[in-house]
């Protein structure tokens, strides 16, 4: 694979996401049929699913020849540990990334779209409007809360990184964050500072004071799905 031609690199790059995305769309379809009692329909889905997951790795392997491994027994330690930063480094790139410059501007984007619904809306135009300014809203909101999830991603990655150097063991801060609590499921991190306006939990809100019926606003698993917010951390090596 000539990688020096740009245009291949794209493609395979576009191959990678959009292989990718059907896989998480099918689970996504699945998971629907599943709800709505088609087994077999769901078992199609996921089946499809796991195909583009390995067409996904091919692009991949082609992408990242660097990471991919032969004889895992050939290798030395070193070695090893290289591929493994390079995981790790790649990881923390990716997550960086969207804390630092993909969802600020997708939320300052989708705050300028929510009011110019606001404002269509204003001028007398449809319900459509309406819609697309709730959807506005509520996407400007995921957007804001999924900031610092993917910083607690990197941060996490990254302590990895320094453990696997041998600087220490990959853990987490003794002492939980004052008040922020995090989701076990998908890391949603709340912070009372904030609070989660849309679902009427108005910032100042103490966790421990929400209704036991809130859900989470990013993958809606329930309150008690929450523990205490600690940092990632690296511990001295033992
Ligand atoms: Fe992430
Ligand atoms: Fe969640």
């Known amino acids: 694979m000539d990688l020096s031609n740009p245009g291949t690199l794209a493609n395979l790059e576009a191959a990678f996401g959009g292989e990718s995305m059907a896989n ?6 699945a998971d629907v049929a599943k709800q709505l009692g088609n087994a077999e ?38 070695q090893k540990q290289a591929i493994l930063s390079r995981c790790l480094e790649l990881a923390i790139e990716g997550e960086t990334y969207e804390f630092t410059t993909m969802y600020p501007e997708f939320a300052a984007q989708a705050r300028s779209d929510r009011d110019a619904g606001a404002e269509a809306e204003f001028n007398g135009q449809t319900a459509e409007s309406q819609d697309h300014a709730a959807i506005f809203r509520k996407a400007a ?9 993917e910083q607690h991603h ?20 003794a002492d939980a964050l004052a008040g922020k609590w995090i989701c076990k499921v998908c890391s949603m991190i709340y912070d ?6 849309d679902s009427g939990i108005t910032a100042g809100t103490p966790f421990e004071a929400i209704p036991e019926d809130w859900i989470c606003p990013i993958c809606q698993a329930r309150k008690s799905s929450f523990v205490p917010y600690h940092e990632p951390e690296l511990l001295a090596a033992a």
């Open 192 to 197: 009372p500072a904030i609070g989660d306006p």
């Open 41 to 78: 329909l769901a078992k199609l889905f996921r089946d499809t699913a796991a195909q583009e997951t390995e067409h996904a790795f091919a692009h991949f392997r082609l992408l990242h020849p660097e990471l991919v491994i032969a004889d895992a027994a050939s290798l030395s330690d070193e």
């Open 24 to 29: 998480r769309k099918y689970l996504f379809f």
């Open 154 to 173: 990197a941060e996490r990655y990254g302590v990895a990184l320094e453990s696997l150097q041998g600087q220490g063991t990959a853990g987490q801060s």
């Open 141 to 149: 909101s995921n957007f804001g809360f999924l900031t610092p999830i």
